[in-house]
């Protein structure tokens, strides 16, 4: 069966450091990875999306994530925080053959000015 | 524009009583799916739909049930509901058959049930 882990449920940096958000999968078959982005009171919006194509990924507002097979990891990551970045992340994948996208329980990140 | 719309965003009721929770799409997708999202859970299914007329159980079914009669309705029931199924809910979409295909949310639906 398939599943995600995030590590750490929160993740706090300063503006204009790094932003490393953490994602391991399991899955018997290739998979499509992705990540989410949950801004408050908001619904998910997608990042960025692994589809078996390059394994390093370019999101919407700066983020990319590499696809790591040997590491089974999915790690996202942005040069610069910027105060905007203060949401919550999602790590999801679904498998080549069905309908389910099965999510991780999230990351908070937050961004100190 | 295209979006997911979920009616109602925020609803106080009590165990036992009946209630519909209507999502509807306007993207002319397939796939349509229900998740319930609690503090350190993320997301989970609940139901998905392929097409009209074709449903099938997520991860976590038991209190709820869907139908899809048409394409770009998809509404959730709660029977009975109880206090254990206060959550925020997300209905969402995706074109063709899913694998690979970007999902799309709506705002979500507080529900609380006391």
């Known amino acids: 069966a398939q599943s995600v882990t995030q590590l750490g449920s929160h993740v706090s940096v300063s503006e204009g450091a790094l932003v490393l958000l953490r994602c391991n999968y399991s899955?018997?078959?290739?998979?499509?990875l992705f990540w989410y982005v949950q801004y408050p009171n908001q619904g998910l919006q997608l990042l960025l999306k692994?589809?078996?194509?390059?394994?390093l990924v370019k999101g919407i507002n700066g983020f990319e994530a590499e696809f790591k097979k040997s590491e089974t990891s999915f790690h996202l990551t942005k040069p610069s925080a910027h105060m905007s970045d203060a949401a919550e992340y999602f790590c999801?994948?679904?498998?080549?053959?069905?309908?389910?996208?099965?999510f991780g329980a999230g990351t908070r990140l937050f961004v100190k000015a | 524009e295209a979006q997911v719309t979920q009616n109602p965003r925020y609803l106080i009721t009590v165990t036992g009583k009946k209630l519909t929770v209507t999502c509807s799409q306007n993207?002319?997708?397939?796939?349509m799916s229900w998740y319930r999202q609690d503090p350190g859970l993320g997301l989970r299914q609940i139901y998905y739909?392929?097409?009209?007329?074709?449903?099938d159980k997520g991860d976590v079914p038991e209190g709820y049930k869907v139908s899809r009669k048409e394409k770009r309705n998809f509404p959730l029931i709660l029977e009975s509901p109880s206090p254990n199924q206060t959550s925020l809910y997300f209905c969402?979409?995706?074109?063709?058959?899913?694998?690979?295909?970007?999902?799309?949310f709506g705002e979500g639906s507080w529900l609380t049930v006391v």
């Open positions: 999801a994948v679904t498998d080549t053959g069905g309908f389910k996208t099965i």
């Open positions: 899955s018997s078959v290739p998979p499509y």
């Open positions: 692994y589809t078996s194509a390059a394994t």
């Open positions: 993207m002319n997708h397939e796939y």
């Open positions: 739909s392929m097409n009209v007329e074709v449903t």
């Open positions: 969402a979409s995706a074109n063709g058959q899913g694998s690979g295909n970007t999902i799309y």
